[in-house]
């Protein structure tokens, strides 16, 4: 069964913290795998995608690894910012059809304290 | 110059009634989806549309029907409207490209079902 799983569930840390988000998939075949920042009351926005041939990418203090092979993706947040408080949400495309299918993880909540 | 737009952002209804939520896009994307989140804020597909033509049609109740005028617009219709309908749509837009589909969300709509 094709899945995605995050953890923590919840994290909580200080300004200026360096935190990192865990997403294990077992989605097969593979095709991208997305990371997404949604603020509270707002959509979900877009951060990084990797394909299988990526095993890094960075978008600012965000930075995504993917290991395909152990099918595990962490999401490395440097030098936390209140802003960075949000739900972030792992989402992984499998190459079942020309369009593809969305698996979404449950999504991991962030709390910055000052 | 929103890129993907929803109306209502709330919506609050009465058991039994029958509602629509709008969206446009002006990205000039192919392919457009809806989305339902949760109170646990699980997000969970339900329809994705390209050209105006249904792609996925995930295990939904059929009080809810989807509606694509042209490539611009996809229309929820809700049926007979129960107490557990109340989340939060999200509806989005991408555009297949080769490698993977970035997807834009508009803001949400806010159902209540009293």
């Known amino acids: 069964k094709n899945q995605v799983e995050q953890s923590p569930q919840s994290l909580i840390i200080l300004e200026g913290k360096n935190c990192t988000l865990q997403c294990n998939y077992t989605v097969s075949p593979f095709s991208n795998l997305r990371w997404y920042k949604q603020d509270t009351g707002r959509g979900p926005v877009s951060l990084t995608i990797?394909?299988?041939?990526?095993n890094t990418k960075s978008n600012g203090r965000y930075t995504a690894t993917l290991d395909a092979d152990t099918k595990q993706s962490s999401l490395h947040i440097t030098a936390s910012q209140l802003s960075d408080s949000a739900s972030y949400i792992c989402v992984v495309s499998d190459r079942g059809s020309t369009l593809g299918r969305l698996y979404f993880g449950r999504g991991t909540q962030l709390t910055v304290w000052p | 110059d929103t890129a993907v737009s929803q109306t209502p952002k709330y919506l609050v209804t009465q058991m039994g009634n029958d509602k629509s939520i709008k969206c446009e896009q002006n990205?000039?994307?192919?392919?457009m989806y809806w989305y339902k989140q949760d109170s646990k804020k699980f997000l969970k597909i339900m329809f994705s549309y390209n050209n105006k033509e249904l792609i996925i049609n995930e295990t939904v109740p059929n009080r809810f029907s989807p509606k694509s005028p042209d490539k611009a617009h996809l229309n929820l219709h809700i049926n007979s409207l129960e107490l557990g309908d109340s989340a939060v749509y999200f509806c989005?837009?991408?555009?297949?490209?080769?490698?993977?589909?970035?997807?834009?969300f508009g803001p949400g709509t806010r159902l209540l079902v009293l």
């Open positions: 990797m394909t299988f041939s990526e």
């Open positions: 989005a837009s991408s555009q297949v490209i080769a490698g993977g589909k970035t997807q834009y």
């Open positions: 990205l000039g994307h192919d392919t």
